[in-house]
């Protein structure tokens, strides 16, 4: 989404399409918003990042900042939904890698608090709704039922995505950076 002033936006994840096609073409029925914005199943590290129009500024800080991380993996390995709103999303074990990671992004990029909200420690998380809608359990039910068999999935981090707005909510990948490069 572009910011108020209408800047169109950036921001970096992990895309995990690739790695489980089965878990992605779940993800892409349980959220059918996503298929139109661009945006394939994967795990959001800092959102939003720079504007469209500022971010190759930021590039090279991005690639030095990822060249010094080293690989990690994890498994996405339940299902939560958020107290604010209904979203449901898969939850990531062991949490604390992906976790530090994502807090080191965010203290060197302080200028792009995650989610907007200076001081946020969002959790890691893939999501798979947009919203809880109308009726909650029935919104988990049926992303539980649609992933059935498919959970724990393993992921392997090797690269972050910049993700970037074609135009406003029409997203496609503008870059990738290899950790440890």
Same mark, same amino acid.
């Given at each position: 989404?572009?910011? =108020?002033?209408?800047?169109?936006? /950036?921001?970096?994840?992990?895309? +995990?399409?690739?790695? !489980? %096609?089965?878990? =992605?073409?779940?993800?892409?029925? @349980? ?18 990042? #720079? ?10 800080? @991005? ?13 996405? @390995?339940?299902?939560?939904?958020? *107290?604010?709103?209904? #979203?449901?999303?898969? @939850?990531?074990? $062991? *949490?604390? $890698?992906?976790? !530090? ?12 608090? %995650?989610?907007? *909200?200076?001081?946020?420690?969002? $959790? %890691?998380?893939?999501? +798979? ?7 909650? #359990? ?8 649609? +992933?059935?068999? +498919?959970?724990? =999935? $393993? ?5 972050? #995505? ?13 870059? /990738? ?5």
């Amino acid at each position: 989404m572009p910011r =108020a002033d209408g800047e169109l936006e /950036t921001y970096l994840t992990l895309l +995990l399409a690739d790695q !489980n %096609p089965a878990l =992605a073409a779940a993800h892409d029925e @349980v959220y059918p918003e996503r298929i139109t914005e661009g945006i394939p199943f994967s795990l959001t590290l800092l959102y939003p990042f #720079a504007t469209r129009a500022e971010v190759d500024r930021y590039l090279e800080s @991005v690639r030095t900042f990822l060249a010094d991380e080293s690989s990690f993996g994890f498994e996405l @390995v339940d299902l939560a939904q958020w *107290e604010d709103g209904g #979203a449901v999303y898969a @939850v990531p074990e $062991p *949490e604390q $890698p992906l976790r !530090n990671f994502m807090r080191r992004l965010w203290r060197r990029f302080l200028e792009f608090p %995650p989610y907007r *909200e200076a001081g946020a420690d969002p $959790p %890691p998380h893939a999501s +798979l709704t947009y919203t809880g809608g109308e009726d909650r #359990a029935a919104i988990r039910i049926r992303v539980e039922r649609r +992933l059935e068999g +498919l959970l724990p =999935a $393993p992921f392997s981090v090797t690269e972050v #995505a910049l993700m970037e707005e074609a135009e406003a909510d029409r997203w496609r990948l503008r870059e /990738t950076f290899r950790l440890g490069a």
